[in-house]
């Protein structure tokens, strides 16, 4: 059964502010109460009895079967392996709320006649909420206007420390959403290729504000990945009066920026890229490879089970399962076989992608996507419901009604 739009279907705007919380929500949860688990679970029954009573695409009734499966039988592995029961648990809750981000939105979604972009446009705006938060927060830091007692308060409230007091240049916030900003920086650049309805101003200030977000979140990956993805971006733009703006709207800022904090700022480039900070990063990561190698060297084929650590090694106490380096984590926990059933869904992705005419920025949006990926060799950010809505956010890009490369 489909309706004609969202206003008259309660249960997309309910799956849109599962996204939002999903996005705005650190933790996902505000004073100890799950927000996100809480509208996930009922999303996840509402979907249960819909799909028995009505007739569903046959991915939305498979999918969660297989999954279920995989699960179980990766929970089998990790009993005979003698894995903590609660760290299995652990991670499998992780993927379950990964997993739910994709699923339920495109659900919901496709019982209803709007355009799949609209899923995008209400991720930017959720992630456009979260960078203006942290530009707020920023000025009044920067102000000294109660700075510890504001972090006392908001870690109190989400349950999760995001900012950080100790940065050179201004206070770091750094929300798990912040992977985001590349996909929602390509996107917004190319706005009228996958038909993205959002006027002038808003756009420019949602441009301005993911490029904020992205300095203050001090990730050396996360401002090289989008560097690059700006640099995709321009190159897959066709129109040259447009490639001017953008290179300008950049080069503006460049100017604006340097002269008030060009010193501090290479002081602290050299320090977050070069000093004790980044070799002390890299050093642990250094052992955590060592530690991954030899885990998977163990237990090639079948690995060692959901919520398996690396033996004689553990990167965070109450979560044995996390890896930064996460590509090699899940091969450890899940063997060569899982390995490829992952990369099979992966090559499906990337075929959903290349549906259709092949233009310039539908290329692009692949590498975009394919350096996403490749993030997973130094970040460990994949298993949340976030890293499910970046990869909702690359297919519903994908399923872009305008295929032209025209501006």
């Keep these: 059964m489909k309706t004609k739009s969202a206003r008259e279907n309660p249960l997309l705007i309910l799956s849109y502010i599962f996204i939002a919380s999903c996005i705005i929500l650190p933790s996902g949860s505000i004073y100890s109460v799950n927000v996100k688990t809480i509208l996930s679970a009922s999303l996840f029954l509402t979907a249960a009895l819909l799909i028995a009573r009505e007739k569903s695409s046959l991915f939305f009734v498979l999918t969660p079967i297989a999954l279920a499966n995989f699960l ?6 990790a009993i005979t392996n003698s894995t903590p029961t609660k760290d299995s648990l652990s991670q499998t809750v992780a993927i379950l709320a990964t997993f739910s981000s994709i699923y339920l939105p495109l659900y919901f979604f496709k019982r209803t006649e709007n355009k799949q972009i609209g899923i995008f446009v209400a991720i930017t705006y959720s992630f456009g909420f979260v960078c203006a ?4 927060l920023e000025v009044l830091m920067l102000s000294g206007i109660g700075l510890v007692q ?22 770091r916030i750094h929300f798990p959403s ?3 900003a590349p996909v929602v920086l390509y996107a917004l650049i190319n706005a009228k290729h996958f038909d993205i309805r959002i006027q002038p101003l808003p756009k420019a200030m949602l441009l301005s504000l993911t490029i904020i977000s992205i300095i203050l979140s001090y990730s050396r990956f996360l ?41 501090k700022l290479y002081s602290f480039i050299a320090t977050r890229y070069a000093g004790a900070y980044a070799e002390s990063s ?3 990561r250094h052992q955590m490879l060592d530690a991954l190698i030899d885990g998977i060297d163990a237990k090639p084929i079948l690995g060692w089970g959901l919520g398996s650590g690396a033996p004689g090694y553990t990167n965070i106490e109450q979560i044995p399962w996390y890896f930064e380096i996460q590509w090699l984590g899940l091969a450890l926990q899940f063997g060569l076989i899982g390995i490829l059933l992952i990369l099979a869904i992966l090559i499906v992705s990337l075929a959903i992608m290349l549906k259709g005419r092949v233009t310039p920025t539908k290329m692009g949006l692949v590498g975009v996507y394919l ?13 949340t419901s976030v890293g499910g809505v970046i990869f909702l956010a690359f297919i519903s890009l994908s399923a872009s009604p305008n295929p032209r490369q025209t501006y």
């Design 371 to 383: 350096i996403w990926l490749s993030l997973g060799f130094f970040n460990g950010f994949m298993l």
């Design 282 to 284: 890299d050093f642990t």
């Design 133 to 136: 938060l942290k530009v707020v």
């Design 178 to 180: 912040d992977y985001l």
């Design 72 to 77: 179980l039988f990766y929970f089998i592995i």
């Design 223 to 263: 401002w090289a990945y989008s560097i690059i993805t700006a640099l995709i971006a321009i190159l897959t733009v066709s129109n040259v009066q447009k490639k001017f703006f953008v290179l300008a709207f950049i080069a503006t800022g460049i100017l604006l920026f340097l002269p008030a904090f060009g010193e």
């Design 150 to 171: 504001a972090k006392d308060f908001l870690d109190e409230i989400f349950g999760v420390s995001f900012i950080g007091l100790d940065a050179g240049l201004f206070y």
